[in-house]
């Protein structure tokens, strides 16, 4: 078991930080404390602060706001940027 943080997640998928590599594998879990996802891990890669693993996640478990909210969640939509004078 490796401890992430999830960097980005959407509809079928997410992109995990991990400080070691995750192996590619054909079947994995997230598991979030209650809701989790399963799927596949497709790829990770090295960066400056560690690894970076992208999960495709299963038909039956899709992410959606409802379901999971991480607590960094941002929405972009609300995001503004400086006013005008």
Same mark, same amino acid.
């Given at each position: 078991? @490796?401890?992430? $943080?999830?960097?980005?997640? @959407?509809?079928?998928? #997410?992109? $995990?930080?991990?400080?070691?590599?995750? !192996?590619?594998?054909?079947?994995?879990?997230?598991?979030?404390?209650? !809701?989790?996802?399963?799927? /596949? $891990?497709?790829?990770? #890669?090295? &960066?400056?602060?560690? @690894?970076?693993?992208?999960?495709?996640?299963?038909?039956?478990?899709? @992410?959606?706001? /409802?379901k999971f909210r991480p607590s &960094?969640?941002?929405? !972009?939509?609300?995001? /503004?940027? !400086?006013?005008?004078?």
């Open positions: 078991m @490796w401890p992430v $943080l999830i960097e980005e997640i @959407w509809k079928d998928g #997410a992109i $995990l930080e991990c400080d070691e590599e995750i !192996p590619p594998a054909e079947f994995v879990e997230l598991d979030c404390g209650g !809701p989790f996802f399963a799927g /596949k $891990l497709n790829r990770s #890669a090295a &960066h400056e602060f560690g @690894w970076q693993s992208e999960m495709k996640f299963s038909a039956e478990t899709q @992410w959606s706001e /409802k &960094h969640l941002l929405d !972009p939509s609300k995001v /503004k940027g !400086p006013e005008k004078k």
